[in-house]
C-alpha cells in the first residue's frame, strides 16, 4: 500500500513556506533598518559637514579682516597661520558635501588658493619682507569674497537648509547655488596659483605629431606588443593612448602630442609581494631601473625614495646637472618585484619641467649649511638641489639628510642666504619611504 506523507497546512500554504516567507520577510526588515540607519548616518554626516563649512568660512571672514588691520610681523604671521589652518578645515568639509549644494569646483579652488597665497605671504613676513599694497588689496578682496560665501551658506545652517547625501534637500533648498561670488585673481607664485595652473611644458620639442607617428613611436618602444589605439586624451599635456592585451598580460602607453615623447606606460606585476624587500634585493632592483633609465634617454638620474606595493617596487628619481639634482624632474620606475623587469615608466613631471638650467655658485659653503642645522640632529649626506617652490620658481639648497636617534629628518638650507626653506620627517614603513 502506498503511504502519503502527511503535511500540515497554515492558512492554504504549507508550513514550512510559511516559515522560508518569515524568513525572508526579516531579513528583509533588518536590510531596510539597515539602509536606513546608513542614510541617516550620510545624512547627518553631510549637515555636520554644512555646518563645519559655514563656521569655517565665518572664522575665515575674520582672520582676513584681521590681516587687514594686522602691522606687526609677529600677528601677521599669526593670522596667515589662522588662515591656512581655516581653509584646510572647510576644504575638508566642502569634500563631505554632495556636488549639486556648492560650487565645488570653484570654491575648492578658492579655499585651496587662499591657503596657500596666506603660506606665501607668511613665508615673506617671516623672511622680513612687509606686505606691498598690491597685496593687501588682494587680502581685501578675498575678504570680501569670503564675506559673500560665508553669509550664502550661513543662511542654508539657520534655515535647516541642508542637503541630504543624495543631493537632494531638506526644506525649500535649491540644488544649485545662484550666489556665489566672482573668486578673485591672485597674483603669486605657489603650487597652486593661477599662473602655476596656467605653465606650459618646458622638457618637450616643439614639432606636434599626429596619431600615425604616435603608433609609431609606440609601438618602437613595444616592438614585441600589438598596440591598439585608444584615443587622445586632453590636458596641459594632450597624449595618445594605446593598449595591449595578450600572453604578455596588459599595457597600457601614452605618446606625447608634443615632441612625441613617451610620458607614461604601465604593464601588469608577476607577483604579489608587499613585504619590503632586503637589501640586496633593493639593490638588485635600483640597478635595473638605472640601467633602463640609461638605455632609454634618461642619463644622469639620480635615485631617492621607493615604495613598494602589489608586486611592484616604484623609485622615484630626479635629474643631474653638473652634481646639483633637479627635483622638479622626477621619473617613476616601476619594478617587477618577480622578474627585477622595468614595467612601468610615470615621466610626467620630467617632461613638464627638464631643461638646462643655470644654476648659480652657491654663495654658502657646506660647512656654513651644517652650521645652521640643529644641535640635535646628526648630519650623515649634504648635497646640492634645486628645489621647487612653485612650477615657476626654484631655489638652490644644500639638501642635509640628518638623523635624531632612529628618526631621519631632511632638511633644505638656502645656499644664498642660509634660511631653512625645508624641513621634512622621512617615515620608513613596511610600503617604503614616505616623506613628511
Known amino acids: 500500500m502506498i503511504r502519503f506523507s502527511k503535511k500540515i497546512w497554515l492558512f492554504g500554504l504549507p508550513a514550512i513556506l510559511l516559515v522560508g516567507f518569515a524568513v525572508l520577510s526579516v531579513s528583509y526588515l533588518r536590510q531596510r533598518t539597515e539602509l536606513a540607519e546608513q542614510k541617516r548616518a550620510l545624512d547627518a554626516q553631510t549637515e555636520n559637514a554644512c555646518h563645519a ?3 569655517d568660512l565665518k572664522d575665515l571672514e575674520i582672520a582676513l579682516s584681521k590681516l587687514e588691520a594686522a602691522s606687526t610681523p609677529a600677528r601677521l604671521s599669526k593670522t596667515f597661520s589662522d588662515v ?29 588658493r587662499a591657503g596657500d597665497y596666506a603660506d606665501t605671504l607668511m613665508d615673506r613676513v617671516l623672511n622680513g619682507q612687509m606686505l606691498t599694497e598690491q597685496q593687501r588689496t588682494a587680502l581685501s578682496d578675498l575678504r570680501g569674497c569670503c564675506a559673500e560665501l560665508s553669509a550664502t551658506y550661513d543662511g542654508d545652517v539657520q534655515e535647516g537648509n541642508f542637503p541630504r547625501a543624495d543631493g537632494s534637500f531638506y526644506g525649500d533648498g535649491e540644488t544649485e547655488k545662484e550666489s556665489i561670488p566672482d573668486y578673485p585673481s591672485l597674483l603669486y607664485d605657489g603650487p597652486f596659483s593661477e599662473s602655476s595652473e596656467q605653465a606650459e611644458p618646458l622638457g618637450l620639442p616643439d614639432k606636434t605629431v599626429d596619431e600615425a607617428e604616435a603608433t609609431k613611436i609606440a609601438q618602437e618602444w613595444f616592438p614585441d606588443r600589438a598596440l591598439a589605439f585608444d584615443g587622445r586624451t586632453e590636458g596641459t599635456i594632450v597624449t595618445y593612448d594605446f593598449s595591449a592585451a595578450d600572453e604578455a598580460g596588459e599595457l597600457y602607453v601614452s605618446i606625447t602630442e608634443q615632441g612625441g615623447e613617451l610620458l607614461y606606460f604601465m604593464g601588469m606585476p608577476t607577483g604579489g609581494k608587499n613585504d619590503p624587500p632586503s637589501d640586496e634585493e633593493s639593490e638588485r632592483m635600483h640597478r635595473a631601473a638605472s640601467a633602463y633609465l640609461d638605455a632609454h634617454g634618461f642619463p644622469s638620474m639620480s635615485p631617492s625614495y621607493a615604495q613598494y606595493y602589489a608586486g611592484t617596487t616604484v623609485i622615484n628619481y630626479a635629474a643631474v646637472q653638473n652634481g646639483v639634482i633637479l627635483y622638479a624632474d622626477l621619473v617613476k620606475v616601476y619594478v617587477d618585484r618577480e622578474t627585477e623587469a622595468v614595467i612601468g615608466l610615470d615621466t610626467q613631471n620630467y617632461r613638464f619641467h627638464h631643461r638646462a638650467r ?52 631632511i632638511v633644505y638650507i638656502n645656499a644664498e642666504n642660509g634660511a631653512e626653506e625645508e624641513l621634512f620627517e622621512v617615515l620608513n614603513s613596511a610600503e617604503g619611504d614616505l616623506v613628511v
Open 53 to 55: 563649512l559655514a563656521n
Open 84 to 112: 591656512k589652518r581655516l581653509s584646510a578645515g572647510a576644504v575638508r568639509a566642502l569634500s563631505l558635501l554632495p556636488g549639486a549644494y556648492a560650487d565645488d569646483e570653484g570654491l575648492m579652488r578658492f579655499l585651496t
Open 358 to 409: 643655470h644654476v648659480p655658485a652657491p654663495v654658502l659653503s657646506e660647512q656654513d649649511a651644517i652650521d645652521r642645522i640643529s644641535d640635535a640632529l646628526t648630519v650623515e649626506q649634504v648635497s646640492l638641489a634645486l628645489i621647487p617652490k612653485c612650477n615657476t620658481r626654484e631655489v638652490l639648497c644644500y639638501e642635509c639628510k640628518c638623523r635624531l636617534d632612529e628618526t631621519f629628518f
